[in-house]
Structure formats: C-alpha cells, structure tokens
C-alpha cells in the first residue's frame, strides 16, 4: 500500500512499522494477562484482538507488498471459514474446534517458511541462520498440523481414543525427529536440494501423525495444550525466517504460554510430560483391571423419588461433573436442580478436577453456557477437604477423575493422579448409563462402594427425573 | 525492513518466552480453556508473515503458497477470537446476572 503515499512519507514508514509492531505487542502481552482474570478475561481477548488487527494493518504499508489481489482472496475466504466455525461450534466441542484452529496455525507457518524459501531459485544467498530457521518452521508446523487433526480425530471419535502403538514406535519417532535435524543441517548446505527439503516436509508430517497416535484419549487435553504451544513457537521461527520480531515475540509468548499450560496439566494428572508422550495409556486394560479379586461386585440402584429425598434433606450437596454431562446437555437441568436445592435452603457447590472435560476449564466454559455463576465452582484443592462435610456427592457424567484406583492400586495406570475424594463423603451417587470403563478405559471401585449408589440412565434424562420428584415433594 | 542482527532476535526472543511465562503462570484452571483458546488465536500472527510472502512479487509457487498460508491464517485469527470471546461472554459473576 506504500506506493500510494507520498515520498516524504515512505521514507519514514520502516520505522513507523516497527513503532506500530511495538504497540500490538503490548496489546498481546496486556491481553494476555488480562486473560487471566475471571472479570477482565474478555476484555483481554478484544484487546488481543485489536493488537492483531493493527498489526496486520500497518503489515499491508510494508513496500515489500506490491500485489493485493490475491491477500484479499485468501483473507476473505479465510474470515468466513473462521467465523462459521466459530459461530456454528457447540461448546462441548471446544477441544476439537481448538484442536482444528491450532493445526491451521501451525500449517500456516510451515507455509509462510516454504513460501519465502520459494522466492529464491538459489536460496543459499538467505544465509545459514535462515535456511536452519526455515527447515524448523516447516518441521515445527508440519508436525503441528498434522499432530493436531489426529488429536481432532480422536476427540470426535474418528479415531480410537485408545492409544495406538506398537513396540518400537517410540524409538522410530525419536530416529525420526534426530533423522528431520540431521537433514536440515544438511539442507544448510545444500538448499536447492529438492529431495532433501521433500524428505523434510513428508517426515515431519508424518511424525505428527505418529507421534500422536500412541496417546491415548484421557490425555488428549496436554496434548493440544502442548500443540497450541508447537504453533506459537512455529510462528516465532517463520519470524526468524522474515527478520519479522512480531512475529518472534508473539509466537514466543504463546509457545511459553502453550508450555506453562501443558505444564498445568500434567500436574493435575500426577504425571509427566514424558510420561504422557511416551507413556501410551488408555484404553489399556490388561494393566488396568488389577485388583479385581472377584469378590463383592454388586452394585446398589436409586430411584429418582429416592435421589429426591436423599439431596432435598441433605444439608450440603456437592455436584462433580464430568464429560458425560456436557454430552447429554444436561448442564441447564443440573443448574435448575442446584437451585431448587438452594430455595430448600441445601448449599450446593461444583467440584471440578483440572481435567473434567477434555481440556482444562473446559468443564467450566460448559458450566458458564448454563449460566452457573462461576463462584459456585470449586477447584479439586478447595473441594477436596470438604467432602468428609458432604451429605450427598452427584457424580454425574464423571468416572476416571473419582477413581480410587489411583490411591489404592499401584498397578492402575492412572495410579498418582490426584482425584476428588469423594469416597469421603457420607453418599456418594454415580449417574452413568452403564457400568462401562470411562475415558481411561479402566474399571471403578467407586461403583461397587457401600455408600454409593448408581442411578442408570441418560444424565439429562435422569437428572429430568429427578427434578420431577423434587417439585412432587 | 530494517535488518535487526541475528542475535537480537534471539534475545528478543527469550525475553518474550520469559513474559509469557509470568504471564501465564497464575491463573485459575477456570479460565485454562479460554487462554487455550485466546492464545491459540494470537499464534495466528503468522499471517503478519504470509501477507508479506504473498504479497511480494513472487513467483507462481510463491503465491499459491503465500494465498494457503494467508487462508489457514486467517482462520486461526478469526475463528480463534471469535470463539473466545463466544466463551468469555458467558462467563458471568451471580451478582450480574439479568
């Protein structure tokens, strides 16, 4: 757009760019933090906004950009596929519309780095330095892209949630990993190498695809959270690539941010990263069953009329929900129910584990759609020490995240992870339409329990029920 | 563009992946999937880098990679604070509601 203004005004715009890249940094990081903060968290995502927008704005002044045609195509198309998505989205899908978002990211900045590389016949004359940053970008993207539509996969169910693997599969995605760096230190040397740069390319997409295949579905959550930070850091080497410190410094501070909530995640889940990526659990149940001796399995069934006696009287109720809610959309009858129990005078809380849902909050951003105020919702750790206080726990939905296994039985794969201790309370209910294994794909003691019962059926229709027989009361 | 050394990028860059773990560091699982979900979107920035690729005067192969970069992009900006803020608007404390 500079060759529309005036000369004097050229002269000065190269600074002026980097004046205005400052200002849509600072709306980054502001946003950002203000993203942290329950009251203030939308205003940081418009802020973030706006810092985008004005990037992208004086980015269009830039005398390197002649042609405009094809920008307004690719930003046009590109407005209404991302709007459509994210208008048309339902909020228990979040994980996967995440998912999708991230891989485009990511296959953005593989392209943006092939795309540079592609200006040059003898692409030598970018230097070492750019030639390594531009195999990273492609080798970081690529993987993001694909690593993120398995994780896509397996969340809508495409793909097994169980985890895929074989003995060796983690030693050929280590080889391959080394194999891509060996390559693009060759590729340094030699960059008009197609072959090489090929190789690069079809490695690294593969790699995304292998490398999240082994993870089974329970830890699908630290995986997207640890792609998200894979697209920021893309971003940041295509910035490399460009001369481009936008680029560098918010892609930076995404791919940190990515890592600090990977990290978040993995201590919820008592497990580490490594672990998590080549731990390949779920779904595993040759070394999940254990402690099952045979002895009493008899499970005790409650009625809605029951259910409704036992909360109505109950002087604290403590609702821990799990996925199972959300894909019976039962959020809004869970809220009706909390507050036909408050107008009795019953306190109700929401404990929620870090990883109720399949991603950390999502739980949350579910329960907030019901308009659930969201003090009501407790943390595991502010929850956990009141249960011993609870008359009635409604797990309703939930299975791995109450597990007791992970306290008592050491050869549980989910064995560690901090749980809600539910088993503490007086009564403990399970809503569940079956006696069937939850994400992890492992069998709970809870449901065998003296103090629980199981209410069988469909949580929305259960939980319909339910609120039937409190207003008969 | 002025042409910044090597080596003050990359300390630009570790100063920025220090802010963004101060950042980040303290806030409430409630928020986890909507800082994903924000942060996720300003990765998009990489479409700052496609506008420059595509609007060169490349060649063919340029641009054609240039118009997939800005695409992908472009939905990861817009879809990505859209979604955001469809999260946060809900978000609401008991004494605000209607």
Known sequence: ?????????????????????????????????????PATARKGNQLAAIGMFIGIIITLFDNQIISFEWIIVGVLIGSIVGAVLAKKVAMTSMPELVAVFNGFGGGA????????????????????????????????????????????????????????TFPGLNFINIGSMIGVLVLIGLFTFDPTNQTIFWVILGLSLLIGITSVIPIGGADMPVVISLLNSYSG????????????????????????????????????????LTNVIFGSFGGDSSSGTGGNDGGDKTVRETSAE?????????????IVPGYGLAVAQAQHVVKEMAANLEERGVQVKYGIHPVAGRMPGHMNVLLAEADVPYDQLYDMDQINPEFASTDVVLIIGANDVV???????????IYGMPILNVDEAKRTIVFKRSLSFGYAGIDNPLFYDEKNQMFFGDAKKSLQALNEALKDL | MTEIPLILLLFIFVLACFIGFELISKVPPTLHTPLMSGANAISGITIVGALLVTGTDGGLV?????????????????????????????????????
């Not at chain 1, 709306?27 to 933090?33: A, D, Q, S, V, Y």
């Not at chain 1, 597990?403 to 794969?413: A, G, H, R």
């Not at chain 2, 992908?72 to 900006?77: G, K, R």
């Open chain 1, 1 to 37: 757009m500079s060759q529309f203004l005036p000369d004097s005004i050229v002269a000065f715009l190269p600074d002026a760019i980097q004046l205005i890249y400052f200002v849509s940094k600072a709306f980054f990081i502001r946003g950002l933090k203000l993203l942290g903060s």
């Open chain 1, 109 to 164: 900045s593989a392209l943006v780095a092939w795309g540079e590389l592609s200006r040059f016949t003898d692409p030598s004359i970018m230097g070492t330095s750019s030639l390594i940053t531009t195999g990273l970008s492609i080798f970081i993207g690529a993987l993001t892209l694909t690593g993120s539509f398995i994780a896509f996969g397996k969340l809508q169910g495409f793909i097994s949630g169980n985890a895929i």
């Open chain 1, 233 to 272: 850091l893309a971003a940041s080497m295509a910035g490399f690539v460009l001369g481009n410190n936008l680029l560098i410094v918010s892609g930076a501070l995404v791919g940190a941010a990515g890592l600090i909530l990977t990290q978040i995640m993995c201590k919820a889940m008592n497990r580490s």
């Open chain 1, 306 to 318: 029951d259910l409704a006696i036992q909360v109505a009287y109950a002087s604290k109720v403590v």
């Open chain 1, 403 to 413: 597990n007791p296994m992970s306290k008592t039985s050491p050869s549980s794969p």
């Open chain 2, 62 to 98: 340029t641009q054609i990679l240039g118009v997939a970069a800005i695409i992908f992009a472009t939905i990861n900006v817009v879809g990505g604070f859209m979604v955001t803020d469809r999260m946060l608007e809900m978000f609401k404390k008991k004494e605000d509601k209607k």
